[in-house]
């Protein structure tokens, strides 16, 4: 699954332009065309809807004040998604919620060197069995880790462009995906190895 093309930078111009003359109904339709992108990443960051529902909130207003200072020089899906995410980790971190899992995991390197190269995540989401086990593996990840799953996966984003919202270097998301993936895939393979 490659990334998504990103939305016409003259589309975003036109609508950055209108919402910054105050046209009417433009920063609704600013809101409607991300809206969907602001909730994955939020939910999937802070796990609670009442939370997500006020953190959207918190970033539509928070894009609305600085709207002016966007440039351009990214998609504007990519920099509403970099607000959204701001906006949910100084949430979390206000609750001390830990946002990554920390890198010195012993048992996580165990894990990966238990992990079959042979065992298809992809192919185990199409069990229905599964995917209950899968969203409960997803949910047990760290919360960037299952942003950066939702970012890459659902939302087609490139590394480059998660790397941009997160605000990290792009290794370090090839290291969240890589490090959410395995953990996936070793919890469903224990999950196989039970079945008969």
Known sequence: MGPR???SPDRDRVLVEAVLARAPGAFEELVRAYQGLCWRIVQRMVRHPEDTRELC?????LVHRQLH???FESPLRSWIGQVAYSVAARRLKRK?????EPSGDEDAGA????????FDLEAAYADAELVSHLRAAI???APVQRTVLVMYHLE????GEIAGIVGVPEGTIKSHLF?????????????MDTRP
Do not use: G, K
């Not at 909130?57 to 207003?61: I, P, S, V």
């Not at 001390?96 to 990554?100: G, L, M, N, Q, S």
């Not at 490090?179 to 999950?191: F, I, M, N, S, Y």
């Open 111 to 118: 894990a990966l060197a238990r992990v079959r190269d042979s």
């Open 179 to 191: 490090r959410a993936r395995t953990r996936l895939r070793v919890r469903l393979q224990a999950l």
């Open 69 to 71: 200072q966007y440039r």
């Open 156 to 159: 087609e984003m490139s590394i």
């Open 96 to 100: 001390r919620i830990p946002i990554a």
């Open 57 to 61: 909130q918190d970033t539509f207003l």
């Open 139 to 141: 949910e047990a990840l």
């Open 5 to 7: 093309a990103p939305a």
